[in-house]
């Protein structure tokens, strides 16, 4: 059994201006230990699914269908005190892009470690202290001692992301959303996290949910891929097949519009806008900006179908399947 | 090390404050002095002789010129002298430390009124934006700003003196002449309670609930405004994302996460309107004859007596900078990324 299912799931902005149905039916699973990456372009969606499943969703978001089954418990009906006490930090954990501003300002990086094992692990001040230690050294910081005193404001960016991911394992939780983790740092830095991020889930054993729209970072990390497209999941499955064939003209665009070196001639990008969300396309919505679009993909939303080599793919016209993969199997 | 720092800075703020009184001193001065109006004419009246008011004017270095009235009136001051008063015929520190007290009780207790209030009711407002509470904290707002406030203080005395009897009438501090011989603090609930008066006490609170309503809820609006602003936005960052993001209990996330954040604006709106209490309630104590700093300046500035104005500013002004040095040390405690 999966460790998360996410079925039909529905989330809408309630504007002045209207409704704007950022999710319209985001199915998807995570197993045990697995990392599951999250990509598409900015809009589309990722962020608001992580959110809609630990319902943090800022004002004036709310999830209005579908289901989150965590442990044959639906998250979206659960009540906000039982998510509190049974859910967040102790079974989902978050990290999130700009980790500086995801600190408190004005706590202590010791305080903010050490108030969350208080309250959420019931440690008593001495305990709490110890573990905060231990748990900074698990994360690679040097000298966690003396960094207990500091202030966020006077940590780098990846070193508050390396204490961000330190608070979020405070609790030991079995799944780790991690949203954007490396936007905004420096390249090294990127690639430090991306290791250590690797590394933790190859000690402790919990799944990650990572959401992104570096398809690079997708690559090093993931087990298998979701790629979003305007609050729809478009394409689904292990990052090889997708990467090596991908099924849905959307995710054989975003591929073909990476900057990759030696690359000849200019990048190719997409050609049109991300859907308008107050008034989406009919159909699949993506036929506005697809070449393989036909008079059904206006009308018939496609369902998410297996297809070969062994992905998911909503799609009425899919992109011929690569060769070389069909010949090997 | 930090705690030393502070204390430094602390230090160098206080050295400060004796130019910006120098300032406040001499601007004073100079107004009044412009200011068309002779205070011999105002207190000796009109029959009196042309040698008795050269007399008078001497005695009040008012023949000399100005800057030698300022020079004269700085070296009293370094003596403690603040210049008799020409309406009271008292010193003007004996008058100063006479009325303070009073203006200063009815002036805290109508801000911490004000603090109680508005404080729980801001951050309602921001946790629930839209609700009936929300109104609540709108009306007052907007109430506490528009009312004029001899107008809300007339209506409660019409209320609850007059209609319903509850409370004493405009009669200032106890609702009757009792005298204080030695006040220990100034403040007549403590100084009652202290000296285990239980009836004084009594006729003391009795007589402060309507003048510190009165203020109180003038005094309110802004801080209630504040208060719901910068919690609302408090409430949207992405700490308190984190926060909740951990499980920890809401209450922790407003009160530990969010208020922490949202404390500095609230406290520098409160001093603020703290401040401008102290030197500007003038129409609550005239409407309940409260004998404070409010009236005593008032008639100082209507019959020109000049030492009991440049005594009121002076006094003023230091009880500003004193509580604006509070709220920069609290500041600086508060926010780390503060640099002193």
Known sequence: MALLEVSDLRTSFFLRSGELRVLDGVSLEIQAGEVLGLVGETGSGKSVTAYSITRLLKQPGRVVGGEVKWDGRDLVRLWESELEQEIRGKEISMIFQSPREALNPVITVGRQLTQVLRIRRGMDRREARAEAIRILKSVYISDPESRLDSYPHELSGGMAQRIMIALALSCQPRLLIADEPTTGLDVTTQHQIVLLLRELRDRTGMAILLITHDLALAAQLCDRVAVLYAGRIAEMGPIGHLFRSPRHPYTAALLASRPRLGLQGDILTIPGNVANLMRPPGGCRFHPRCPNATQVCAQQQPPLEPMDPGQRVACHNPMPQRQELAASG | ?340
């Open chain 2, 1 to 340: 090390m930090g705690s030393t720092r502070l204390l430094l800075y602390a230090a160098r703020r206080i050295l400060l404050i004796v130019p910006v009184l120098l300032v406040a001193l001499f601007l004073t001065f100079a107004l009044t002095r412009i200011v068309p109006g002779n205070p011999v004419d105002r207190v000796a009246g009109p029959y009196i002789s042309l040698e008795r008011r050269a007399e008078l004017k001497h005695i009040a270095y008012l023949d000399r010129p100005f800057y030698e009235q300022f020079a004269l009136y700085l070296r009293d001051l370094s003596q403690g002298k603040m210049g008799t008063s020409y309406t009271t015929a008292q010193d003007v520190s004996k008058d100063l430390r006479q009325r303070f007290p009073a203006t200063f009780e009815l002036v805290t207790y109508a801000m911490l009124f004000a603090v109680a209030v508005a404080l729980p009711l801001g951050i309602s407002a921001a946790i629930k934006k839209d609700s009936w509470i929300d109104s609540i904290a709108r009306a007052v707002s907007v109430l506490g700003v528009s009312m004029p406030i001899f107008w809300l203080g007339l209506m409660l005395l019409y209320v609850f003196f007059y209609f319903l009897g509850w409370l004493p009438g405009p009669v200032g501090r106890t609702g009757s002449a009792i005298r204080f011989a030695e006040p220990i603090t100034g403040f007549l609930t403590i100084d009652a309670l202290l000296k285990g008066d239980f009836d004084l006490f009594l006729k003391a609170v009795q007589a402060l609930i309507l003048p510190c309503f009165t203020l109180g809820f003038v005094a309110m609006a802004p801080i209630a405004r504040m208060t719901r602003a910068v919690m609302a936005e408090a409430l949207q960052s992405d700490y308190v994302r984190t926060a909740r993001s951990l499980g920890l209990p809401f209450r922790v996330v407003v009160l530990r996460h969010a208020l922490k954040n949202a404390l500095i604006p609230i406290l520098t709106i409160t001093a603020a309107v703290y401040g401008y209490a102290l030197g500007g309630e003038v129409l609550v104590e005239i409407i309940f004859a409260w004998p404070g700093l409010g009236q005593y300046s008032y008639n100082a500035l209507l019959s020109s007596d000049f030492p009991a104005i440049q005594g009121f500013v002076l006094l003023v002004t230091f009880v500003y900078m004193v509580i604006y040095l509070a709220l920069d040390i609290a500041t600086a405690a508060l926010d780390p990324r503060v640099k002193y």
